[in-house]
């Protein structure tokens, strides 16, 4: 009949991030350069901002060997995750200190992973709660900048959205801050497509967590940048479609179709 099994849509979301970051949800295009390009522009702006104070010497890892996961275009490079952005962890306030929690949209922005159970949308600007200026300084938050990838690093692990503003977070996150900002799309994307593989080999009894060790080396493919781009732009039509499917309306049927035909083109 018209009902759409929503097991089926998670499925077919699933499919899209997986085609996405192997390289075969769009056509390579030798005019976009390689990766590697890419990844020494990267690395001059790491250079940039370690020299100007603005973030920390990464940790540096003994192994430099990076796991190849799955093949993928010969114009892509397998990096860290660490390589293209900065892993920034999270803080609270002490408890015992008032005024340093405010009302959310009042202050200066500060998220926990419950503010992004039920987020649908792409960019979050404030949660239920914010920090004043001295829950800030009080606490091991880090204000990290608009246009950062959030993703929650324990209960539960998985969610991700990108900040559309200045924001911090409590230590439910590792979030990542683009080396190259242009690039949080895809990164955001790549993280939903991993999002499982994390979890499953994270450690814990009570709960699960990622640590930032274990995120910094995550092995992450990097496509050029334009190619990146076209990316994003297939995976939010696609999305779009599994969002109509969803709406249970005469309209989803078409988009079915169309999304089937595509993916199976593909």
Request: a neutral charge; hydrophobic letters at 45%; proline letters at 5%.
């Amino acid at each position: 009949g018209k009902r759409v099994s929503f097991y089926g849509i998670e499925r077919l979301r699933a499919l899209i991030l997986d085609l996405a970051v192997r390289g075969k949800l769009v056509p390579q295009d030798a005019e976009d350069g390689d990766a590697a390009g890419l990844l020494a522009e990267i690395k001059k702006r790491k250079a940039s901002l370690i020299k100007s104070g603005a973030i920390k010497k990464p940790r540096e890892f003994e192994d430099a060997e990076v796991e190849e996961l799955f093949d993928v275009p010969a114009s892509w490079r397998w990096v860290r995750l660490d390589e293209v952005g900065a892993i920034i962890g999270g803080g609270t306030p002490s408890s015992t200190a008032s005024g340093s929690l405010v009302d959310g949209g009042t202050g200066i922005a500060w998220l926990t992973p419950a503010d992004l159970g039920g987020f649908t949308s792409r960019y979050i600007a404030h949660g239920e709660r914010d920090l004043s200026e001295q829950g800030l300084r009080s606490s091991s938050a880090t204000l990290m900048p608009q246009g950062t990838v959030l993703f929650t690093s324990r209960a539960p692990i998985g969610y991700v959205a990108i900040a559309a503003n200045p924001v911090a977070t409590n230590q439910g996150f590792k979030s990542v801050v683009p080396y190259i900002t242009d690039c949080n799309l895809y990164i955001g994307i790549a993280l939903k497509a991993f999002a499982k593989r994390i979890n499953d080999n994270a450690p814990g009894t009570t709960f699960k967590e990622v640590s930032g060790k274990a995120m910094a080396a995550l092995p992450f493919p990097l496509p050029p940048l334009a190619e990146q781009q076209r990316i994003v732009a297939k995976v939010d039509e696609l999305m779009a479609l599994c969002d109509a499917l969803a709406g249970e309306s005469t309209a989803a049927l078409t988009a079915h179709q169309t999304l089937v035909e595509t993916l199976l083109a593909t």
